[in-house]
């Protein structure tokens, strides 16, 4: 059975404690911390493809008042679902089991008319595509990990999904921060913001 663990879990969890906000632009920005993870149990000589989606959370609106994140009401309309297969898919399970499994390089965007975003077409979605539209700022989301025991990514709708959720990644989408103490994390932790921080720390 394959197992999966989640990477920086302590700075995630960090995040979570504050309530986790990722920011959504027009252009795509990408989510800190980034989702990683090592897997493991795999066949090292099959081979798989390794995918995520991100979904709602809950069927809530949220509003950040008095300091915290408080429900606000009903959540918006989703839109279909879409998958991001990771660009080295399909690999053997030896080669999954070296190495850490990133998608740093996805990006959220609120932009429904984004020419990078995800189609329906799973063979689309291979090509590199790395924008992910979320439609609902002040909504939460829930990245999902999943593996597929398949050699070919047009076999991805007729096979199973081994899937694989861990809930200190659940964030709530943003245009702004909202929350300085979530802020401040960002700062002291991503190396792209270390223009933001104090001189001499």
């Known amino acids: 059975d394959p197992q999966v663990t989640l990477e920086s879990k302590e700075l995630w969890d960090q995040f979570h404690k504050r309530g986790t906000e990722m920011v959504i632009t027009k252009s795509g920005r990408r989510m800190f911390p980034s989702f990683k993870v090592r897997v493991s149990g795999l066949d090292k000589k099959a081979k798989y493809i390794l995918l995520m989606d991100i979904v709602a959370a809950d069927d ?3 509003k950040f008042h008095n300091s915290r994140w408080m429900v606000a009401g009903k959540a918006d309309p989703e839109m279909p679902k ?19 499994v990133s998608f740093h390089k996805l990006k959220l965007t609120n932009n429904i008319s984004d020419k990078h975003g995800f189609v329906s077409s799973p063979v689309s979605c291979y090509f590199g595509f790395l ?21 070919d990514i047009l076999k ?5 999904f081994r899937t694989f959720v861990f809930r200190e990644t659940d964030f709530i989408a943003v245009t702004a921060y909202q929350n300085e103490k979530v802020t401040q994390l960002k700062i002291d932790n991503n190396p792209f913001a270390k223009g933001f921080r104090d001189q001499g720390t």
């Open 60 to 62: 809530c609106r949220y």
């Open 156 to 160: 991805l709708p007729w096979s199973h």
């Open 82 to 100: 879409r998958m991001y297969i990771h660009p080295d898919s399909p690999s053997t399970g030896e080669q999954w089991m070296q190495k850490t």
């Open 131 to 151: 924008n992910w539209t979320l439609w609902n700022a002040m909504h939460k989301y829930q990245p999902r990990f999943h593996i597929v025991k398949a050699n």
